[in-house]
């Protein structure tokens, strides 16, 4: 980690260059302290800082490197990712925002009202859901400081956040809100039926696995039999999730699924 002044990061990236771009703020702060009677007073005016890494910070990871063959292979690495990331993001800028289409717009009236309907159920819990995450991230904290040793058990640890999580999603009445997107409703978004306004509001708060599904087609292809069998493996426990076991095997959350329910 590298502490930073704090900075305000711009949206859109150097169009030259196509690197993340920011400003530092200049923020600074009274910290104030207990006197020897309890009491608080005022201390120092400091700068505020934020945390960064210093791989992030850097342009050229070989100033990071002690210079062994082995540091250098993974700066050489590091520079081409740092490279990719930026010809991403300045390609990303090429891009032009589909404008809404007013024929498609009355073609597809009942699923744009669908798709508004979903929309508005959703955004109407997230403010639940992020109650409920900030309560569990309080609970998780107080149940580490009694047992100390849950930080070191990874599995247990990610029991207690499920649990936790959970728990809290109860006693906020947050649910699962989530856009789920029709077959038809897709063919609106495809064929630019709804602003770029609302398309950004729907992919904040829709499942991205089945959405990459729909955008990104593929053959019909089987899993291999050891890939079913890991699954089948790891769905035995009981322990795994769905989304857990979607990165092991390197698919969809939606293909794993899929087989769990017997449609291959």
Do not use: C, F
Request: aromatic share 6%; charged share 35%.
């Amino acid at each position: 980690e590298k502490d930073v002044p704090e900075r305000k990061y711009n949206w859109r990236p150097d169009p030259e260059t196509g690197k993340i771009t920011y400003e530092e703020t200049g923020r600074t702060y009274t910290e104030w302290k207990k006197d020897k009677d309890g009491n608080y007073v005022k201390g120092k005016e400091k700068q505020a800082m934020e945390k960064t890494t210093w791989m992030a910070d850097t342009d050229d990871a070989h100033t990071l490197s002690s210079g062994t063959p082995q540091e250098e292979l993974y700066a050489n690495y590091a520079n081409k990712m740092k490279d990719l990331a930026n010809k991403a993001r300045k390609a990303s800028m090429e891009i032009e925002t589909p404008k809404r289409s007013d024929s498609a717009k009355k073609v597809y009236e009942s699923e744009i009202r669908s798709l508004e309907d979903k929309l508005r159920v959703a955004e109407l819990n997230a403010p639940r859901e992020r109650t409920a995450q900030r309560l569990a991230a309080v609970n998780l904290k107080k149940k580490i400081t009694e047992t100390p040793t849950l930080k070191d058990d990874k599995d247990k640890l990610k029991k207690v956040k499920q649990k936790v999580l959970a728990d809290a999603r109860a006693k906020t009445n947050a649910k699962k809100a989530l856009v789920e997107i029709t077959d038809k409703e897709w063919e609106a978004i495809q064929n630019n039926a709804i602003s770029s306004t609302m398309l950004r509001r729907i992919l904040n708060n829709t499942d991205m696995d089945k959405l990459k599904d729909r955008a990104t087609p593929r053959n019909s292809i089987g899993l291999s039999s050891a890939k079913e069998a890991k699954i089948k493996a790891m769905s035995s426990t009981g322990y795994y999730t769905i989304k857990e076991m979607a990165d092991a095997i390197g698919v969809s959350t939606s293909t794993i699924s899929k087989y769990l329910s017997g449609n291959k």
